[in-house]
Antibody, heavy 118, light 108 residues
Framework: EVQLVESGGGLVQPGGSLRLSCAAS????????MHWVRQAPGKGLVWVSL????????IYADSVKGRFTISRDNAKNTLYLQINSLRGEDTARYYC???????????WGQGTMVTVSS | EIVLTQSPGTLSLSPGERATLSCRAS???????LAWYQQKPGQAPRLLIYGASSRATAIPDRFNGSGSGTDFTLIISRLEPEDFAVYYC?????????FGQGTKVEIK
């Protein structure tokens, strides 16, 4: 079964850091680009970042540039998002998604919740 | 940045009715780079349509996407109870990738 499972979320104080992980299974992870997308409580989807299949190309939303870092370990079939200097507006569920058919986001994980609060 | 504007914000319809959802882009989007997603409460989004008009795996044929340039449409021909959800369009050809703000299809 093709699956993505996120982990690493939690409650963090403003200015803090977290590393989110996304474990992939059921497909050849190294053959696909991967995205992070977030969703604040009760709000819409917001694209965060994309990494290509070998990790050499990365792009970010302006709102996270310089604070978030996307990376991957193809040997471990895992995608990461290092999030630093957290702000209240970063409170959201963070989803990883596969860049798949016709470059659309065709497989999504269930997400991991990040709450930034003192 | 390409801004996607979806309308209406909320669509109140009855099962069996036709739903027409609009997604308008602030600049031209290649049809191959326009997708639609469905999200139900408490669930992750699911890919419905890619390439503006191609249905993803296991998506029923009552879902149809169309459009080009700056205007795209998702039509649900006959609403089933499981179709009441929020729908998002997304362009994935230009950086940054962007989503529309969503259209909620609710039971009237």
């Amino acid at each position: 079964e093709v699956q993505l499972v996120e982990s690493g979320g939690g409650l963090v104080q403003p200015g803090g850091s977290l590393r989110l992980s996304c474990a992939a299974s059921g497909f050849t992870f190294s053959g696909y680009g991967m995205h992070w997308v977030r969703q604040a409580p009760g709000k819409g989807l917001v694209w965060v970042s994309l990494i290509n299949n070998d990790g050499n190309y990365k792009i970010y939303a302006d709102s996270v540039k310089g604070r978030f870092t996307i990376s991957r370990d193809n040997a471990k079939n895992t995608l990461y998002l290092q999030i630093n200097s957290l702000r209240g507006e970063d409170t959201a569920r963070y989803y990883c998604a596969r860049k798949g058919i016709a470059n659309a986001l065709d497989i999504w994980g269930q997400g991991t919740m990040v709450t930034v609060s003192s | 940045e390409i801004v996607l504007t979806q309308s209406p914000g909320t669509l109140s319809l009855s099962p069996g009715e036709r739903a027409t959802l609009s997604c308008r882009a602030s600049q031209s989007v290649s049809s191959s780079n326009l997708a639609w997603y469905q999200q139900k409460p408490g669930q992750a989004p699911r890919l419905l349509i890619y390439g503006a008009s191609s249905r993803a795996t296991a998506i029923p044929d009552r879902f149809n996407g169309s459009g080009s340039g700056t205007d795209f449409t998702l039509i649900i021909s006959r609403l089933e109870p499981e179709d009441f959800a929020v729908y998002y369009c997304q362009q994935h050809g230009s950086a940054p990738r962007t989503f529309g703000q969503g259209t909620k299809v609710e039971i009237k």
